[in-house]
């Protein structure tokens, strides 16, 4: 389960995705999240997933 707080969530989505996963979409399906609804979630509060870079900026 991913954090609520939305900076405690982009850190831990960032780290999980530099260290464990090679992209978003293996993220989300190993972990069981939406993955249209962590990137609002994660806009709302001004990221975007950049996917060259494999994080939220």
Known sequence: MLPKDP???LSVVN???RDDYDSLEAL???LGEDEEELKERL???GFVYQPQLRQFR
């Open 15 to 17: 780290t999980k995705l």
């Open 28 to 30: 989300c399906e190993d």
């Open 7 to 9: 900076m405690l969530l």
């Open 43 to 45: 806009a709302a509060v």
